[in-house]
Structures are given as C-alpha cells and as structure tokens.
C-alpha cells in the first residue's frame, strides 16, 4: 500500500509561481513511476508531468517550459515547481505513483487557483 499526500497548493495571481509537494510512504521512487496530473471542473484528469523510476522526465505539451518535475529520494518527496502561472491551470493537482504491473496510487489533490 501506498500513500500519497500532496501539499502546496493555493491562490495566486498570473505570472506567479507555486511549488507542489507530494509526500510518499516510503522509498517507493526505484519501483515506480511518479506523476502529477490536474483535473478542472468539468474536464477529464490530465497527465501534467511524469517522471520513471530510471529518472526520465516527460511533461505536457500544454507545460513546457513552465513546469518542473522533481523527486528527492532522501525525503521520498516528488515536488512539481510550476512558474508564470496561467489561469488555465486551475485545477486541483494530484500525484500518482504506478507500479511496472500498472497499478496506480493516488492523493487526495491540492486545489491550485489561478486568479487576479
């Protein structure tokens, strides 16, 4: 079983920046593949950024540039840094964690809102 909290989430302006976190149970990034999808009202849950076990990274078309996937292993954290914030990526953010079988854990999310 594993568990996956995200924090960091919140209000800010365009152009502003945010940093996500998600917190894992355990040492789990050598087994399995993290990523972080959002969800806006009304639209299906969209891969954002990825990352593999082996450390490849692979982002959104849509969030190139913009959006920075990252782990460290010492913290089993992933952390999502997003910069120049648009209000199209309002959203609520969550992180997943799927095993080489496909089998996929899942946070409870992190509301990110985009507004001036």
């Known amino acids: 079983q594993v568990q996956l909290v995200e924090s960091g989430g919140g209000l800010v302006q365009p152009g502003g920046s945010l940093r996500l976190s998600c917190a894992a149970s355990?040492?789990?990034?050598?087994?399995?593949?993290m990523g972080w999808y959002r969800q806006a009202p009304g639209r299906q849950r969209e891969l954002v950024a990825s990352?593999?076990?082996?450390?490849?990274?692979n982002y959104a078309d849509s969030v190139k540039g913009r959006f920075t996937i990252s782990r460290d292993g010492a913290k089993n954290t992933v952390y999502l840094q997003i910069n120049n914030l648009k209000p199209e990526d309002t959203a609520v953010y969550y992180c997943?964690?799927?095993?080489?079988?496909?089998?996929?854990?899942w946070g409870q999310g992190t509301q990110v809102t985009v507004s001036s």
């Open positions: 997943s964690a799927a095993n080489v079988v496909g089998y996929t854990y």
């Open positions: 355990g040492s789990i990034f050598s087994r399995y593949n």
């Open positions: 990352t593999t076990s082996g450390g490849r990274t």
